[in-house]
């Protein structure tokens, strides 16, 4: 039962352009939302967050907007840079009966071309 | 400040021997978590655990995997006569509470 998805496994985006990555929920008792960077080799970083009581978080190049109605968020990257390549996690922090743990998502792999 | 700490990086454990996993949390975070990725897969939640506690373990398998969180000391991820399905990636990531959890460097599990 996978409660976070991310349905692109890969994105290629020209240096300069927009990256757009996805991702959808189904449950709508998640209230906080979690955006990870992964490179080979090295542990998940931590990029950027939202509460559900907002829709749109931005830091930098980097803006997550959030859809509630629809249980969907996503990761904008603008300008995309060779850097920025990498596998792309959403997590979702779950909470029942006094525990938390995050939900991820299998990965969107982000390929800038330079 | 220093991150979450993981070790060893690369351990290689025989067929049904003990592989351990260490994991320092970060300074003033008491929530732990332990992920395990697949090649090519996403990461997996197995267990939660604060000081002295393991607070939800429904990602752990049934046998041979336990883990702990002393009072002092590191948090061990513990795995018994290791198969060469454990071969892995395994993640330990600490949060101060309901907020940003941050991952060590993770360990590479490989059984030969």
């Known amino acids: 039962d996978q409660q976070v998805k991310q349905n692109s496994p890969s994105l290629s985006v020209q240096e300069g352009r927009i990256s757009i990555l996805n991702c959808d929920y189904t449950n709508s008792m998640f209230d906080y939302f979690l955006w990870y960077k992964k490179y080979p080799a090295e542990g998940p970083t931590f990029l950027i967050s939202i509460s559900s009581i907002k829709d749109k978080n931005e830091d930098g190049r980097f803006t997550v907007f959030l859809n509630k109605s629809a249980k969907h968020l996503s990761l904008h990257i603008v300008p995309s840079q060779p850097g920025d390549s990498a596998v792309y996690f959403c997590a979702a922090l779950a909470r029942t009966s006094g525990t938390y743990k995050y939900i991820f998502g299998t990965g969107t792999r982000l390929k800038v071309l330079a | 400040n220093a991150g979450v700490m993981q070790n060893p990086r690369h351990l290689v454990r025989r067929r049904g021997q003990e592989a351990r996993l260490r994991c320092s949390p970060m300074k003033g975070h008491s929530h732990v978590y332990w992920y395990r990725q697949l090649p090519e897969e996403g990461l997996k939640f197995m267990v939660y655990?604060?000081?002295?506690?393991?607070?939800?373990e429904s990602g752990m398998p049934k046998e041979r995997f336990s883990a702990e969180f002393p009072k002092e000391g590191p948090s061990i991820l513990r795995i018994q006569q290791v198969v060469r399905g454990d071969s892995a990636a395994y993640f330990c990531?600490?949060?101060?509470?309901?907020?940003?959890?941050?991952f060590g460097q993770g360990t590479r599990l490989t059984v030969v």
């Open positions: 655990l604060q000081k002295e506690n393991i607070i939800d």
């Open positions: 990531a600490s949060s101060r509470d309901r907020s940003e959890a941050f």
